[in-house]
């Protein structure tokens, strides 16, 4: 099966390439770029189709010839669309080589220093995109600048998402789909394991992998905290602008299952298998219901037991530091499509503060307006989906693994503010993936030009492989006393308790 790994050609095709690594699964053969060696599309699953869609995921067969990993896998169905369609956003562009979407989606891409006995630090980012879109292949989740920088072997992972890999059957079908509910988080846990077994052939460290992921990659990243089959597979985690304090409800994941198979005719699992991919993706998002929260992972008591945060962290990954935080403007880059965007006027915004804050609006834009005089109502707006949505939770989970006295917890907020679309995006969501990767060149659409992406990007960039390789980014941890957090801009700095104000409101 020489071909086994071969996709569509890539930027790779004219590089040379490294010698052949041995991984349980068959021999495989990267790229060298500037004397990094490069793995694309290493196939670590099981095409999931047919009679196993919506089961755990299973071994790749073995291969004996070397397969070229010179290009992406492709990435998976995107929520709502048929197989090839990709949505994208300035945070999530995809890279310019990435294949089609397909249901055929468990690969992961690896860039390490050397194929040696290095014994590296390992990270494995998970992407964003809720549960219900993205991709390992996205530009600027390129691992190259950070293997360099730190020395370190990092790694990117693709897995079944929305209805393919959160539906949960167990209810309509039996034993057999009990694990439906979960199996996206599933795939992420046999490419941890494929980590185990395999990253030392790459030159990293099965003992020493930092989990770390952005918004539904944060989320994915809490979750693995609290399963039982992930325990023992990473050893430190980061959650960016993405809290995860709950997993779903069996119940409310059951009547979305129940709807969608009566929408689609269908009665037994042998029906299901027949249907076309996009049959089943594009009548998913019909269901009523939030698309972004329709399909996620569920609580089924085995595969994760109980809520990773709520109403406490999980003991089961107690000993495991945790670097947590949010960027100061999250909300920006979610409101940026309102008509309005950048015109609010304070009725506005007192309709969207109550909204979102309930009882609790009026006093929560007053500590925002005191924390941020210069915010206009737009700014003031998007300070509240933050404050009630990101920092919130962060907090909460901050001040949960600190409560259990055994290992740290970090937290950070990023202040830097890119001054693309004339500076009205301030912080947005998502503007630390680049900064962390050390990609500032592969996303000056999103950062800006000048020399100030590049002096934050230095700064956490080295925070990330600090932790990574230490267990500790490099300030002091966070307790419900000090509540002491890095504000990380051109000019950082470490503060205890930052917006007090803001947070007595949302804690009252």
Not at 173 to 178: C, E, I, R, S, T
Not at 226 to 239: D, E, Q, S, T, Y
Request: with cysteine.
């Amino acid at each position: 099966m020489a071909d086994d790994l071969t996709h569509a050609p890539g930027t790779a095709k004219d590089l040379a390439p490294t010698e052949v690594v041995a991984t349980r699964n068959g021999p495989v053969r990267g790229y060298l770029e500037d004397r990094l060696g490069v793995f694309k599309g290493l196939r670590y699953g099981a095409p999931p189709v047919g009679l196993g869609r919506f089961k755990p995921p299973a071994p790749p067969a073995a291969w004996t010839d070397p397969a070229q990993a010179t290009a992406y896998g492709a990435p998976a169905i995107q929520s709502g669309l048929a197989p090839g369609e990709r949505r994208t956003s300035p945070g999530d562009p995809p890279a310019p080589d990435e294949p089609a979407s397909s249901e055929d989606c468990l690969f992961l891409n690896v860039w390490t220093p050397g194929l040696d006995q290095g014994k590296r630090p390992v990270m494995v980012w998970l992407h964003g995109g809720g549960f219900a879109n993205g991709s390992g292949g996205a530009a600027m989740y390129d691992g190259g600048a950070l293997a360099r920088k730190g020395d370190v072997v990092t790694v990117t992972v693709n897995h079944r998402l929305n209805v393919f890999g959160y539906l949960h059957l167990g209810e309509v079908f039996g034993p057999d789909y009990a694990l439906s509910g979960i199996a996206g988080m599933l795939d992420i846990v046999q490419a941890l394991e494929w980590v185990r077994d395999n990253i030392a052939a790459f030159g990293g460290d099965p003992g020493d992998v930092t989990i770390f992921g952005e918004s539904g990659g944060g989320w994915k990243v809490s979750l693995l905290l609290a399963m039982p089959g992930a325990r023992g597979l990473f050893h430190k985690a980061v959650i960016q602008s993405g809290p995860g304090l709950t997993g779903k409800r069996i119940a409310e994941a059951d009547t979305v299952a129940r709807q969608l198979l009566e929408d689609l005719k269908v009665a037994t699992p042998a029906d299901l298998a027949a249907l076309s991919t996009e049959a089943i993706s594009r009548a998913s998002v019909k269901v009523p219901g939030d698309v972004m929260r329709l399909y996620a992972p569920v609580v089924d008591g085995v595969a994760l037991p109980r809520d990773p945060f709520e109403p406490d962290a999980s003991p089961l990954n107690a000993d495991v530091p945790v670097l947590i935080g949010t960027n100061k403007d999250e909300s920006t880059l979610f409101m940026m499509g309102h008509p309005k965007f950048g015109a609010f006027d304070d009725a506005d915004l007192a309709r969207h503060a109550a909204s979102l804050a309930k009882e609790k609006a009026e006093p929560l834009v007053a500590a925002l307006r005191a924390a941020y005089p210069d915010y206009n109502p737009t700014h003031l707006a998007a300070g509240v989906g933050t404050a009630t949505g990101m920092w919130a939770n962060s907090l909460k989970l901050a001040e949960r693994k600190a409560a259990q006295k055994s290992a740290p917890v970090w937290m950070y907020m990023l202040t830097w503010e890119t001054p693309v679309s004339r500076g009205r995006l301030r912080t947005p969501h998502a503007l630390e993936i680049p900064l962390v990767f050390d990609n500032v060149e592969k996303a000056r659409n999103f950062v800006g030009r000048g020399e100030e992406p590049q002096r934050v990007a230095d700064q956490m960039s080295d925070a990330w492989l600090a932790f990574a390789r230490t267990g500790d980014p490099g300030w002091p941890a966070y307790d419900a006393e000090t509540r002491t957090t890095k504000l990380i801009d051109v000019e950082s700095r470490i503060v205890n308790d930052p917006l007090p104000d803001v947070r007595r409101v949302l804690q009252s």
